[in-house]
């Protein structure tokens, strides 16, 4: 299987990485000589372009299947709209048109789009009610993933991240320091973002479906934060209520998004299709990272 991995960053290095070694061909496609020296270093095929620029993406291998994971780097709603809305119907419209269009998308999109649920169970199955301009395009997104890509031949399918960490992504101090704001983290390991996405292109599922990735535990931001200061031999930090961080004021709108969203995700689909994780809950995940700290 050849897969093009647009937007090769954090998740798709480690997608890459797993394909190869996994006996596919990937092409890891990033915009600055960075992003290409990185995907080199990871050990497999770089192609520099742009997810919306239609010229530079015909420099992209033909493949079987394409994962969008390109990045809006953080920025405001337009800029998001740009890559994730505009850019990925670049890619299908550039893609769908060849001679040998590729089977599969896969769009890695945020449980951000499931809006606030009072800490509530969410599936693949319930409405999304995003809160913000960029949530909403993320919704947008969703949708063109499914339907625009449909209309020129090819299965798309959503994989739906919890909060990604992992190597390097652990924001280990900032929880041992506190103050931490209650609510609900839902997260999903680097390596288990990128297998789920390996594994629903492997065994050819999911074509046409959303899949809710994240790990078997959503836990409270509280419990954790404890959990995490029990284990590294810390105090356990302050905690706040959400009112009282809001009071704070100078949030940015993703900060103040990420306070006011909580809900609990339900990973009962990708488990119900065969998916074994690396890490099935963040006690795994974060062993290394606590043990390099005792250390």
């Known amino acids: 299987m050849h897969v ?33 020296a990185e995907i080199e270093d990871a050990g497999f095929e770089a192609v520099r372009a742009d997810v919306t620029d239609a010229d530079s993406l015909a420099g992209v291998p033909d493949a079987d299947a394409v994962v969008f994971a390109a990045s809006s780097g953080g920025r405001d709603a337009a800029a998001a709209r740009e890559v994730y809305v505009e850019g990925l119907r670049t890619a299908i419209e550039e893609f769908g048109g060849r001679d040998d269009p590729p089977e599969r998308l896969v769009y890695t999109s945020s449980t951000g789009v499931y809006g606030d649920h009072g800490g509530d169970w969410v599936d693949e199955e319930t409405p999304l009610d995003p809160r913000t301009d960029k949530t909403e395009v993320l919704a947008e997104a969703e949708r063109v993933a499914l339907e625009e890509s449909r209309n020129h031949g090819i299965d798309g399918t959503v994989a739906r991240l919890a909060g990604i960490y992992g190597p390097g992504r652990t924001r280990l101090q900032r929880y041992l320091e506190g103050p931490v704001t209650e609510g609900y983290l839902n997260m999903i390991h680097r390596d288990d973002a990128a297998g789920a996405v390996r594994f629903l292109l492997d065994e050819d599922l999911a074509r046409g479906e ?68 690396s890490y099935p809950t963040y006690r795994e995940g974060y062993r290394r990272e606590i043990a390099s700290y005792r250390n």
């Open 4 to 36: 093009a991995i647009l937007g090769c960053g954090y998740v798709g290095l480690e997608l890459g990485r797993q394909l190869t070694e996994a006996g596919h061909r990937a092409v890891g496609v990033r915009r600055s000589d960075d992003g290409i």
């Open 210 to 277: 959303v899949v809710l990735v994240a790990d078997d535990d959503p836990v409270s931001k509280w419990d954790f934060a404890d959990w995490l200061a029990d284990e590294c031999g810390e105090p356990r930090p302050p905690k706040q209520t959400t009112e009282e961080r809001l009071a704070d004021g100078d949030l940015s709108e993703r900060t103040e998004r990420r306070i006011l969203t909580s809900k609990r995700c339900d990973n009962a689909k990708l488990r119900d299709l065969g998916y074994e994780f």
